[in-house]
């Protein structure tokens, strides 16, 4: 605000910045003003055209590499989020981890971190920054989604604190706060500059980003589940993340519990999206780690065998599963009643469609339908769905996915409601993928055999940002659609039709989601998502969701000073680009940093 007060002369034209903040700024002002004549579509598109011309301004000078530019590309990747432009989003992704890369923001810009010499950045500009890299963290996160060869970021090479709280950063007061892992702190400081409670500087970001390390390992698990130990076993993987991720709910100060006062006060401090998403993220993550219960629910490549002895051990983790997403509904319940702010992170509708596909598999497939508590679970169950769609609904002048998601939800909940015969004789009503699968005709599918190889495809939800991505690709080469060779005899036996098939599938559930792979391969299409696809979002309901190994760190300087990136210049933080630059306004929640947490 104090730059664009000194600088109120001059034209604002080329601030790629500022015309980012505005649309972000303009598709939330609509969507809370809007009125009954206005569509979901005409509010999306306030602000289009300054996102627009900051995208122009930003890739014109793509190696125009500043700390404003790395901002723009931050902000301008959660609004094509928004706007389902998953394309545009992926790519960003890469352009802002490069970024950060080259201006070096993953280290600290000096062992002053308390400002004690006087000379360099002020305590903002340092936060910044601070805060800058930790927001390409959560968004290079967001994008790898377990998954190595998508992630461009490694956190051992992240050498920076934690944000700050609030307070401490408004009153630029610089202070010492722990680094990703708990109790830990920069290893340049001495044991007599560490304070008594460093916990209490840590503020929400931080918290969320501590968090966002948990949700990476719990998707690399259920992403290698065949190499990992039986999560009944006290020492597994999997009993090891679920303390984690405990012990993190549990370090959570009263402030930061989802409490009535504290959803108050941070909608009085503008962080209630902050914390809706902070514990719709914790939620959403359990459902991730205890999906290993429910395998047909999750398209997994690898699944767990359950001998008798350990029955208990499974209805309990399909109890929690259940919990767990009773708790993520009253949550999106909550943050809906709050309005657009409540509701700005940009998964929120994934997580809420999410939601549903639990809620009613655990309700219709978990649960044996003569049993007692079938009916009285049912009854719970219902209203929480239909509240979930009420807040997809809600949620459509924001995002525009949320109208798919929101008709895929709606189709499930009305085959449960009407007592569907498919329902009571066992079988799945719920769709895995919400948006057509018009990949390929049947008469053009891969040969049967064993795929040789393996792309992130098929190991990621079917709503990450990849697979959406990949969706939208027209020349998308498939390799694990290529069999092994072949024998001359098996090559020349007929290849059942692909109805045949699924029928023999649906026979046989012992049947491998590698075979369901070569029947039903990802869409392919061009474009975002618009009307067209939308009618035809019900076409598939037969599928589910489904480092450098070397170790070399690409930069082993703790401090950005006295790095071997010093002798080719100054980097663009320093005198006299600090103040001007980095002292911008850095939002740390504003949708692609605001992931998915939970209360319980």
Not at 312 to 322: M, T
Not at 457 to 481: C, F, G, Q, W
Request: proline share 6%.
């Amino acid at each position: 605000m104090q730059r664009l007060d000194a600088e109120s002369g001059r034209g604002r034209d080329d601030d790629a910045l500022l015309h980012i903040v505005c649309a972000l700024g303009a598709l939330f002002f609509a969507a809370e003003h809007r009125e009954a004549r206005d569509t979901p579509d005409s509010t999306r598109k306030a602000g289009m055209q300054w996102a627009k011309r900051a995208q122009q301004l930003v890739l014109g000078q793509l190696g125009n590499i500043v700390v404003e530019n790395l901002m723009t590309a931050l902000l301008l990747q959660d609004y094509h989020l928004r706007l389902s432009n998953f394309g545009d989003a992926f790519m960003l992704s890469g352009i802002t981890a490069r970024m950060q890369q080259a201006l070096q923001i993953n280290l600290e810009h000096s062992t002053d971190i308390l400002c004690e010499t006087g000379s360099g950045p002020s305590a903002s500009t340092k936060e910044s920054r601070r805060r800058l890299m930790w927001c390409c963290y959560i968004t290079d996160s967001l994008i790898g989604n377990g998954v190595d060869q998508l992630t461009l970021i490694k956190e051992p090479d992240i050498k920076v604190q934690l944000p700050c709280c609030e307070r401490n950063f408004l009153l630029q007061d610089a202070c010492i706060t722990e680094t990703l892992d708990k109790g830990q702190f920069l290893k340049f400081l001495g044991p007599e500059r560490l304070p008594t409670h460093s916990s209490d500087n840590i503020g929400i970001r931080g918290h969320f980003i501590r968090f966002t390390a948990v949700r990476r390992k719990v998707l690399k698990y259920i992403k290698h589940l065949n190499v990992m130990k039986s999560p009944w076993l006290p020492d597994s993987e999997f009993s090891q993340i679920v303390q984690s991720a405990h012990d993190w709910y549990n370090s959570l100060p009263a402030s930061l519990q989802f409490t009535p006062s504290a959803m108050y006060i941070r909608k009085e401090t503008q962080q209630l999206g902050a914390l809706c998403s902070l514990h719709s993220m914790y939620y959403q993550t359990m459902c991730d780690l205890y999906r290993i219960c429910a395998p047909s629910l999750y398209k997994l490549r690898y699944s767990f065998t359950y001998p008798p002895e350990q029955t208990g051990f499974l209805h309990g983790l399909q109890r929690d599963l259940f919990s767990h997403a009773r708790n993520l509904a009253l949550i999106s319940a909550e943050a809906s009643r709050h309005g657009p702010h409540g509701l700005a992170d940009c998964w929120f509708p994934t997580v809420v469609y999410d939601c549903c596909r639990v809620l009613l598999f655990h309700a219709t497939q978990l649960v044996e339908p003569a049993a007692e508590r079938s009916r009285f679970l049912m009854l719970e169950t219902l209203p929480l769905v239909r509240s979930n769609v009420k807040v997809l609904r809600t949620m459509e002048p924001m995002y525009a996915v949320s109208e798919l998601l929101a008709n895929a939800a709606e189709k499930m909940l009305e085959k449960v409601e009407v007592g569907s015969e498919a329902i009571s004789s066992g079988q799945s009503i719920i769709p895995d993928e919400p948006y057509p699968n018009n990949d390929v005709d049947d008469t053009e599918r891969s040969a049967p055999g064993t795929p040789v190889q393996s792309a992130p495809d098929y190991v990621l939800n079917p709503l990450s940002i990849y697979r959406m991505t990949r969706k939208t690709i027209a020349e998308k080469h498939m390799p694990e659609r290529q069999p092994n060779a072949i024998s001359p005899t098996a090559a020349s036996r007929p290849t059942p039709s692909r109805r045949a098939t699924l029928q023999h599938i649906s026979a046989n559930p012992s049947i491998t989601n590698a075979a369901l792979d070569t029947v039903a391969p990802p869409a392919a299409q061009t474009g975002t998502y618009g009307a067209a696809q939308s009618q035809a979002a019900f076409d598939d309901l037969m599928s589910l969701f489904a480092s450098d190994p070397s170790g070399w760190t690409w930069q082993p300087s703790d401090t950005a000073i006295g790095s071997q990136y010093e002798s080719n210049g100054l980097p663009p933080w320093e005198p006299t680009y600090v103040d001007q630059q980095l002292d911008a306004w850095v939002p740390m929640f504003s949708g692609q940093t605001q992931q998915q947490y939970g209360f319980q």
